[in-house]
Nanobody, 114 residues
C-alpha cells in the first residue's frame, strides 16, 4: 500500500490550493479515504472524509463550506480542494486509507501566510 500526497505549498490568506493523493497497492474503490492535518504543537485532526461508495462526505466544522473532498476511483486518486484559506489552515496534510489496517501518506506542507 502506498499513498503519495502532492500539491502543498505557500499561499496567501484567501487563496486556494488543491491537494492530491495517489493510491496504489490496494483496491481503491473498496475503501473510504480521508484527509487529516497536523499543525505544529497540535494533535492530528480529521479534515474531511469520503466513503467508498455514493460520494458521501463529511467535514470538520472548521473547513465546512471552504474545503471539498473528492475521489476518482478510475485514477485511484483522492483530492482536497481548499478555498478561502486562512492562516490557521497551516499544517502538514495527510492522506489516509480508512479501515483496518489504515495507512497514511507522508504528508504535504500547506503554509498560509502573507
Amino acid at each position: 500500500v502506498q499513498l503519495v500526497e502532492s500539491g502543498g505549498g505557500l499561499v496567501q490568506p484567501g487563496g486556494s490550493l488543491r491537494l492530491s493523493c495517489a493510491a496504489s497497492g490496494f483496491t481503491f474503490s473498496n475503501y473510504g479515504m480521508s484527509w487529516y492535518r497536523q499543525a505544529p504543537g497540535k494533535e492530528r485532526e480529521l479534515v474531511a472524509r469520503i466513503l467508498s461508495v455514493g460520494g458521501i462526505t463529511a467535514y470538520a466544522d472548521s473547513v465546512k463550506g471552504r474545503f471539498t473532498i473528492s475521489r476518482d476511483n478510475a485514477k485511484k486518486m483522492v483530492y482536497l480542494q481548499m478555498n478561502s484559506l486562512k492562516s490557521e489552515d497551516t499544517a502538514v496534510y495527510f492522506c489516509r486509507r480508512e479501515g483496518l489496517p489504515n495507512f497514511w501518506g507522508q504528508g504535504t506542507q500547506v503554509t498560509v501566510s502573507l
